[in-house]
């Protein structure tokens, strides 16, 4: 009878910070596959392209997620965990105390013109009303936003 080792493999990759090789212990975006190491400048491109993609929203609750699942006590510890500033952290969780119509309205339209236009400070703005006048003021934001979106489109023309 023989006996089998078992082996965990634990999946990272290198990435170059400052001259300075750092070991990921993740899976390497699939997109960056092709790459041997990854620069940093490649890198906060890489994450650049992710954020256009997500809502403040959305990212409010990425941190909210991590809080739970990481079992912080802080948002200075979360903070330090993904190097972020832990007031950015607290202002996106702030988010998280809008109407439900609006976040619902957010997850479901993801547009550039409304990526764009719906910023983690114009959404602050909506946190500080009443639900009543925070969706009246979203809705004023909305057409702005579609306003805005029909200038960027005649210019590019």
Request: no cysteine; hydrophobic share 40%; charged share 30%.
């Amino acid at each position: 009878m023989t006996r089998r080792t078992l082996r965990a493999v634990t999946p990272y990759f290198v990435r170059s910070v400052n001259r300075r090789k750092e070991l990921v212990l993740s899976e390497k975006p699939s997109v960056l596959r092709h790459l041997g190491s990854l620069h940093k400048k490649v890198w906060r491109q890489y994450q650049t392209v992710l954020k256009r993609d997500r809502t403040p929203v959305e990212e409010a609750e990425f941190y909210a997620r991590q809080i739970e699942s990481r079992g912080l006590k802080s948002l200075a510890a979360l903070a330090g965990l993904l190097n972020v500033p832990p007031n950015r952290v607290s202002r996106h969780l702030q988010l998280l105390k809008l109407a439900e119509p609006i976040r619902k309205f957010l997850s479901e339209h993801h547009q550039p013109e409304y990526l764009r236009y719906f910023t983690e400070r114009r959404l602050g703005e909506l946190v500080r009303l009443d639900a009543r006048a925070a969706w009246r003021r979203f809705q004023e934001m909305i057409r702005e936003a579609e306003r805005e979106a029909g200038i960027w489109r005649n210019e590019a023309q």
